[in-house]
Every structure is written in C-alpha cells, then in structure tokens.
C-alpha cells in the first residue's frame, strides 16, 4: 500500500476530522482547528525539506497528538504526550487504521511535547514536533499565550517592569515572560531544517511584539 498517496491521504483526514469533531475539547488551543494547521504546517515542511518519509504517519500523528489535554499547570502535565499515546492506540486501533504505523504514529505523539523532553526518533516524529511547535510563535501562537495565560488567570505583563530585568521571571504570573522563559527558545529545539528557519522567522515576529509592548507601557505610540 502507498501511504503517501494524497487520495488515501484525503480519506484518513476525514475519517479523523469527524471522529475527533466527537471528542473536541473545550480548550481553543487544542480544538480541531489546531489539528487542521498542525497537519498543513507539517506538509508545508514536508514539501520545503523535500523530506522522503511516511505521510500517514505525519497526517496521523498531527490529528491525535493532542487528543488528551491536561492545563498548563496541572501537576501531570508532563506526562500528557504519553498518556495521549497511548489513547492514540485505542483509537487508531477502533477505527481500523492499519496496524503496522500504529507503533510509529504513537511515538511521534509522545515525543511531539515540549514539557515531555521526549527526543523524537524517527523523521516523521520530528517533522511532527517541528509543525506543533509552529504553533507556539507567530501571531497565532502570541494569541494562544495570552489565552491560556487568561483560562490561567495570569497578568499580561508586569507594567513597571515587563523585560524582568530587575526581577525573576515567571510566567505562571505573567503571560508576557512566557517568551522569554519558552516562546522564544523554541526556534533552538526544531529538527528540521525548514523548520529552524520557518521558526526564525517567526520568532522575530515575536521579539518584534515584545518591543512594541514595552515601548507602549514606556508611553512610546509612535
């Protein structure tokens, strides 16, 4: 069986849209749009990397990797990747999937978080931490921050002084240290390298945002 063929490709991504569409979760971080972009980002790296690897694997992977959610400061939160794997088999398992890429999809949903520390082996792992990881910065990943940091109950920033630089950081306070302590760190984990420099770009966006909060609180609107 040719599991790049985009037509087999097409069918499991319905398959997957309507099953999960069942089990949607009420975090709009996680919900099945952020399934959908992960899943383009990852072809987009795919296709930029011209990168030779199992496309249902990535297609899979990139639809359950999150379909177990625990918040940010829940005290298993590390251990989420895992536990999503393992419902990932469950799943895969009910609707028929076939049972030779189980192993792989499972591993890439494991080694996908970046509070699991878990290195990814496989390419089709990587390029499924790579595409997840898209989502954390740029201009979507600036507006989940300051989601989760509100579901959280987190300041934006801190007002008199928003860089930390005569403070310790913590973005369990403010949203705004989350670039710092995570956000902008991200672009040193990507495995690929059309991710690394899809990161570097994006990541610039952020540092750009940052400057302009801070010049802003500084009364500086021009």
């Given amino acids: 069986m040719n599991f790049n063929d985009p037509v087999l490709l097409k069918e499991w991504e319905v398959r997957f849209d309507a099953f999960l569409r069942i089990r ?41 990797h999150d379909i177990i959610v625990l918040p940010k400061n829940h005290p298993d939160r590390a251990k989420t990747s895992t536990m999503a794997a393992e419902e990932t088999a469950v799943c895969l398992k009910q609707l028929e999937f076939p049972a030779e890429l189980i192993e792989a999809v499972c591993h890439a949903v494991k080694t996908h978080s970046y509070s699991a520390n878990i290195t990814p082996e496989t390419l089709e792992a990587e390029v499924v931490q790579d595409a997840d990881r898209m ?3 740029g201009a979507i990943g600036l507006a989940r921050c300051f989601y989760t940091g509100g579901k959280l109950g987190q300041g934006l920033f801190d007002s008199e ?21 995570k956000l902008l760190r991200i672009k040193e984990t990507m495995k690929t390298e ?22 802003e609180l500084a009364g500086d609107y021009s």
């Fill in 24 to 64: 949607e979760s009420d975090d709009a971080s996680h919900d099945i749009s952020h399934f959908r972009r992960v899943w383009k980002t990852a072809q987009q790296l795919i296709e930029n990397g011209k990168l030779e690897l199992n496309k249902l694997v990535v297609l899979t992977a990139c639809y359950f």
């Fill in 135 to 137: 989502e954390a910065i």
């Fill in 161 to 181: 002084d928003p860089m930390g630089e005569n403070r310790e950081l913590n973005d369990r306070q403010f949203s705004l240290d989350h670039f710092e302590l």
């Fill in 194 to 215: 059309p991710g690394r420099k899809m990161a570097k770009k994006h990541s610039q966006f952020l540092e750009a945002f940052r400057t302009q909060v801070c010049k």
